[in-house]
């Protein structure tokens, strides 16, 4: 996240892991292409795709050129391209066709990064996490993580371990062939304009600072709502389920920016400290605290409008007696001086009514009831919502007099939303993601210690779902089980209704 106006970025050459799956296709070269359209991408940079089926150079970047065509004509299109701008960087794709667990494919990497004379490159591991260790193993032993002739860098996706134990060993399977500076793990959410968005309005707006803490708000609830199901990916979410998959990446990181104290300053170091550190600050809850404190769900049949949708044991590649959380709500306490007594609710599901993910931020009441005897004896908590899809912007609601003889109140909104301040190109979050790794800022990658600190705090949750108990049903395109409306009701709370 570059602070001032942006040049293009050094030469270098990218290789592409898993060059024929949906991530490249979908998000990567699309945003490649974005960058390049902005003119921030060097003439001489090379995108490498590597994966095991043959294929030529001109065929792989025909096939990307054919698939982004296509999506352009579709609702939600991430590019839109145009024939000079995609020559360009077409002209830079080539493709390497080689097992990622060989070593001959290496010999062909150096041969690549040798031909491309800039010593710079990038290996990005759009692969099944399966290969991430093997990947990063051969690369350490061919000698290409050495930067004595220009820089090396891994990207490495989600998801980064599968508990805090394997999360700590891949993370020391990197560090052993590498330095930290040299490792950028993506979580994508930090790549959408609103979740940055949140820290500069956090800290360059003063006012918020003033009412930021446990003195004024109440709690605070992070909501990321899906209407989809699991569509394609049921054997890879059968295994992983809701928690896995959204709460020690995406949602923390949302927690993270929404709770961590001001960085000392804007720079890779000071901000990765301190979400570091707020993450660290969740309370580990004993088993019987984490049971308590979530709540399980899983979509059975329902509809969404006039649409009939299938229920998750139904869904292909799901086990038809699953117990996969296709939902999930916590309460999750941080124990520091601002955020003490300050109940963090999450929550994160398929197949419910609207796409949203939000954070409400909810104000404690005004401390005296002026108005009497009116229906405004008992005036509504004030929230703030950061709303970061789909309708991104801040809302924030006030009470005020409905118009009339008599005294009485109705919530009104004050907004900003980002459609009505900015004009927004198409993108698909991940550029400026890829920009700052060819640039080398890692302010928006997570460090080994968040990535840690993250599933120290959600261990608990798998530990003691692992000795049993049950999912509880909601039907697809409802928002959720019953059970998550009680996990509030018991602290005499609410859900702040969504979309
Ligand atoms: C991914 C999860 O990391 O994030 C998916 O694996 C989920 O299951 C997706 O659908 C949500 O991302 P977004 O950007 O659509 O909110």
Same mark, same amino acid.
């Given at each position: 996240?570059?602070?001032?106006?942006?040049?293009?970025?050094?030469?270098?050459?990218?290789?592409?892991?898993?060059?024929?799956?949906?991530?490249?296709?979908?998000?990567?070269?699309?945003?490649?292409?974005?960058? +390049?359209?902005? @003119?921030?991408?060097?003439?001489?940079?090379?995108?490498?795709?590597?994966?095991?089926?043959?294929?030529?150079?001109?065929?792989?970047?025909?096939?990307?050129?054919?698939?982004?065509?296509?999506?352009?004509?579709?609702?939600?299109?991430?590019?839109?391209?145009?024939?000079?701008?995609?020559?360009?960087?077409?002209? =830079?794709?080539?493709?390497?066709?080689?097992?990622?667990?060989?070593?001959?494919?290496?010999?062909?990497?150096?041969?690549?990064?040798?031909?491309?004379?800039?010593?710079?490159?990038?290996?990005?591991?759009?692969?099944?996490?399966?290969?991430?260790?093997?990947?990063?193993?051969?690369?350490?032993?061919?000698?290409?993580?050495?930067?004595?002739?220009?820089?090396?860098? #891994?990207?490495?996706?989600?998801?980064?371990? +599968?508990?805090?134990? +394997?999360?700590?060993?891949? *993370?020391?399977?990197?560090?052993?062939?590498? $330095?930290?500076?040299?490792?950028?793990?993506?979580?994508?959410?930090?790549?959408?304009?609103?979740?940055?968005?949140?820290?500069?309005? /956090?800290?360059? $707006?003063?006012?918020?600072?003033?009412?930021? *803490? $446990?003195?004024?708000?109440?709690?605070?609830?992070?909501?990321? &709502?899906?209407?989809?199901? #699991?569509?394609? /990916?049921?054997?890879?979410?059968?295994?992983?389920? &809701?928690?896995?998959?959204?709460?020690? $990446?995406?949602?923390?990181?949302?927690?993270?920016?929404?709770?961590? !104290?001001?960085?000392? &300053?804007?720079?890779?170091?000071?901000?990765?400290?301190?979400?570091?550190?707020?993450?660290?600050?969740?309370?580990?809850?004993?088993?019987?605290?984490?049971?308590?404190?979530?709540?399980?769900?899983?979509?059975?049949?329902?509809?969404?409008?006039?649409?009939?949708?299938?229920?998750?044991?139904?869904?292909?590649?799901?086990?038809?007696?699953?117990?996969?959380?296709?939902? #999930?709500?916590?309460?999750?306490?941080?124990?520091?001086?601002?955020?003490?007594?300050?109940?963090?609710?999450?929550?994160?599901?398929?197949?419910?009514?609207?796409?949203?993910?939000?954070?409400?931020?909810?104000?404690?009441?005004?401390?005296?009831?002026?108005?009497?005897?009116?229906?405004?004896?008992?005036?509504?908590?004030?929230?703030?919502?950061?709303?970061?899809?789909?309708?991104?912007?801040?809302?924030?609601?006030?009470?005020?007099?409905?118009?009339?003889?008599?005294?009485?109140? !109705?919530?009104?909104?004050?907004?900003? &939303?980002?459609?009505?301040?900015?004009?927004?190109?198409? +993108?698909?979050?991940?550029?400026?993601?890829?920009?700052?790794?060819?640039? =080398?800022?890692?302010?928006?990658?997570? /460090?080994?210690?968040?990535?840690?600190?993250?599933?120290?705090?959600?261990?608990?949750?798998?530990?003691?779902?692992?000795?049993? @108990?049950?999912?509880?049903?909601?039907?697809?395109?409802?928002?959720?089980?019953?059970?998550?409306?009680?996990?509030?009701?018991?602290?005499? /709370?609410?859900?702040?209704?969504?979309?």
């Amino acid at each position: 996240m570059s602070a001032h106006d942006v040049e293009a970025a050094p030469a270098c050459t990218l290789f592409l892991f898993g060059a024929n799956g949906d991530l490249v296709k979908r998000l990567l070269m699309p945003a490649l292409y974005n960058l +390049s359209r902005d @003119g921030l991408l060097d003439k001489r940079l090379r995108i490498v795709g590597v994966d095991h089926n043959p294929a030529t150079d001109s065929a792989f970047a025909e096939r990307l050129e054919a698939f982004m065509r296509e999506r352009d004509k579709g609702e939600g299109a991430t590019t839109h391209l145009d024939d000079k701008v995609w020559k360009r960087l077409a002209k =830079g794709i080539g493709y390497l066709t080689g097992d990622f667990l060989e070593p001959a494919t290496y010999q062909a990497i150096a041969e690549r990064i040798e031909n491309n004379r800039t010593g710079n490159a990038i290996f990005y591991l759009a692969t099944s996490p399966r290969f991430f260790s093997g990947v990063v193993q051969q690369l350490g032993a061919a000698g290409l993580l050495d930067e004595a002739n220009g820089f090396r860098r #891994v990207v490495v996706e989600k998801p980064f371990g +599968s508990d805090l134990a +394997s999360a700590e060993a891949l *993370n020391a399977c990197l560090l052993k062939v590498m $330095n930290e500076k040299q490792i950028y793990r993506i979580d994508h959410y930090l790549g959408k304009e609103t979740v940055q968005n949140i820290l500069v309005s /956090r800290f360059s $707006n003063g006012l918020f600072e003033a009412f930021w *803490n $446990n003195h004024y708000i109440d709690h605070v609830q992070i909501t990321a &709502a899906e209407t989809v199901g #699991v569509e394609t /990916r049921g054997a890879f979410y059968d295994t992983t389920g &809701a928690l896995r998959d959204m709460v020690p $990446n995406h949602l923390f990181q949302l927690l993270a920016m929404v709770a961590m !104290e001001p960085p000392a &300053a804007f720079g890779a170091d000071a901000v990765r400290s301190e979400k570091a550190k707020v993450i660290g600050a969740i309370r580990p809850w004993s088993k019987a605290m984490a049971l308590k404190n979530s709540v399980r769900g899983q979509y059975t049949a329902g509809k969404q409008g006039r649409k009939k949708l299938a229920g998750y044991r139904e869904e292909p590649r799901v086990d038809p007696d699953s117990q996969t959380e296709t939902y #999930v709500a916590l309460k999750v306490m941080i124990d520091n001086w601002r955020w003490v007594g300050v109940p963090f609710y999450l929550r994160t599901g398929k197949r419910m009514s609207v796409r949203d993910t939000e954070i409400a931020i909810c104000f404690k009441p005004a401390p005296y009831a002026q108005f009497r005897d009116s229906d405004a004896e008992r005036p509504k908590p004030n929230y703030l919502k950061i709303q970061i899809q789909p309708n991104e912007g801040m809302w924030f609601d006030l009470q005020a007099k409905r118009p009339g003889p008599t005294l009485a109140m !109705e919530n009104v909104e004050l907004g900003f &939303a980002y459609k009505d301040f900015f004009k927004m190109q198409p +993108s698909t979050g991940y550029e400026t993601l890829i920009y700052d790794c060819l640039t =080398g800022d890692q302010t928006l990658f997570q /460090r080994a210690d968040n990535i840690e600190n993250g599933w120290r705090a959600v261990q608990p949750f798998l530990d003691a779902w692992a000795q049993g @108990g049950e999912v509880q049903p909601y039907a697809a395109g409802e928002d959720g089980p019953e059970a998550a409306d009680e996990l509030l009701a018991r602290d005499r /709370r609410v859900w702040h209704s969504i979309g």
